[in-house]
């Protein structure tokens, strides 16, 4: 099939790719010309494992390419993948759809024939019915434009795999007809055994944001676990093991650390919260306002800890290592460990960050920080280091080269990202927000002493 992919950034390009991967001709449409010329030459803008080689590959047998006119692209097919971006609004508050709305306003004009507008990008229920009325009203075509709902699964790091191989596809469709495109769309991958799930509109935009929602709260129940770890000595991962071994919870997401952060599980919390309390299901509401406020809470723990540890400050160096949201990835979006170095800057201390991919976005949004060009060099004269993103290199780093350079052995690591143990061994100390067998540091209460007890 021709279709087109509107909107190249991380879902936009990824999908694009896929889809010519899995044998589609594939018109990629983007505003940005730079990026335009850079996809085409075979490179995405971004860090995403596997997908340059995908670019690369159908980008020279002809079968990807990109553009941005849009004239060329209602030219080219007659299945329209939407994928732009619908980041959070500026008070933090409900999704900024004026990306969706505008693509589609941009497109309408240029829809002389038939054709299935497939909506990928994170919505509020709704929005699909208020897109297909402006289309069918701007588009010369009217009422043979039809809309589809097919929302997008990603995990940053692993998005080839999760398109390719997807756990289930969802889509919700207006009729037989718009539903017998998105099967020949998706055609190699169902007969691959991939599960199809077809509904209706509403239904599938909202998918989306109670997955992540759900996903989202797995993080913050295990933090506030880990808080109660805290109190009782209790050893948070082998809590999370174990719970995680029952097959109806998962051990996915049950991780004890900084909490969630990026482009996607902080935007779909606040973002389904406000709708909730709009659509009156206050319940729904207060909970996820619950999630966000736990996980926005584990960041300002970690400060607490470090300055606990430190003492003043105001003249203490801190090398912190990590600025992706997580590892995999060179995004910065909502960053717990920039956010972490944010506030211990504006605190006083004096942080130095690196990290394996993310450096130059984290310089962009965070230009009052210094940087290092190894973990290394980062940990020159620290008086602590922070590591913040899990990455493997911070795993394997060795302790006595760390040793070499720093003015304190201390290790605080807020995310689970190092064995304490070889650091310890080298006559670090070795702390985190989330006490176990291997970081001690937080002594454990009895219970006369926990909290709520009835001792003075």
Known sequence: MRLTVIGCGHLGATHAACMAEIGHEVLGVDVDEGKVDLLNSGRAWFMEPGLDELLSRH??????????????????????????????????????????????AALAPHLTRPALVIG????????????????????????????????????????????????????GVPGMAAEATVREVYRPLTEAGV??????????????????????????FINAMADICAWTGADVAVLADAVGMDQR????????????????????????????GTAGAKGAADLLLLVDEINSGRRQQVVELTAGLLGQLPGKRIALWGAAFKPGT???????????ADRLARLGAEVVVYDPQATGNALVAFPHLRYGDSAVAAAHEADAVLVVTAWPEFAAMDPAAVTAVVRRPLLIDACQGTNPRPWRATGWTVAAPFPTPDYPERSPVTPDTAPGSHQG
């Open 330 to 340: 060179d995004d910065v979006r909502d960053s717990p460990g920039l956010d972490v």
């Open 249 to 276: 919870i998962g051990r996915a997401f049950l991780t004890a650390g900084l909490g969630y952060g990026g482009g996607c599980l902080p935007k779909d919390v606040r973002g389904l919260a406000q709708f909730a």
């Open 59 to 104: 980008t020279r047998n002809g079968r990807l390419r990109f553009t941005s006119s849009l004239e060329e692209a209602a030219a080219f097919g007659t299945v329209h993948f939407l994928g732009v971006g619908t980041p959070s609004l500026p008070d933090g508050d409900g999704y900024d759809l004026s990306q969706v709305y505008g693509a589609v």
């Open 120 to 171: 990928k990008s994170t919505v509020p229920p709704g929005t699909t019915g208020r897109l297909v009325r402006e289309l069918r009203t701007g588009a010369p075509a009217g009422d043979a434009v039809e809309v589809a709902w097919n929302p997008e699964f990603l995990r940053e790091g692993h998005a080839v795999g999760d398109t390719l191989r997807p756990d289930r596809i969802v889509v």
């Open 195 to 220: 599960p199809l799930v077809v509904t209706d509109a509403v239904t599938a935009e909202l998918v989306k944001g109670a997955a992540n929602a759900f996903l989202a709260a797995k993080v913050s």
